[in-house]
């Protein structure tokens, strides 16, 4: 359901963002901290996936915290999942065909808020 151009829409919208290429693929930052990126799967990765590794465009994002990420996966695996790679690490990947809009300006913005300094986070929220 969502884009690409979803991603950069939202997460352009919010405060002092940018977007540059990592490793030749796009990201978005807040201050440099980068918070949601364009994460295509790894050979490591589709080996540790196996059958269940799923095609089309991936979205990495930060959670606050590993419990998040983990419910997450919980609620919805059909649209959330993480590989070893990530393991321990406050984040999620999400297949972006299978995220609606709406929920993904919550998660794009959620990063953002994990990411952003305190004070621009705590401007931003009133």
Do not use: N
């Amino acid at each position: 359901m969502a884009t690409w151009e979803d991603v950069r829409r939202i997460a352009l919208g919010l405060p002092e963002t940018d977007e540059v290429l990592r490793w030749g693929d796009p990201a978005w930052r807040v201050r440099k901290k980068a918070f949601v990126w364009d994460r295509p799967l790894r050979r490591s990765d589709l080996a540790a996936l196996g059958d269940a590794a799923p095609g089309g465009p991936i979205l990495g994002a930060y959670v606050p915290d590993v419990g998040a990420k983990e419910a997450l996966i919980a609620d919805d695996p059909e649209i959330y999942f993480t590989t070893p790679h990530f393991d321990g690490f406050p984040a999620v990947l999400v297949r972006l065909e299978r995220i609606g809009t709406d929920e993904l300006e919550e998660l794009v913005t959620e990063a953002w808020f994990v990411r952003a300094p305190k004070r621009l986070a705590a401007k931003f929220s009133k």
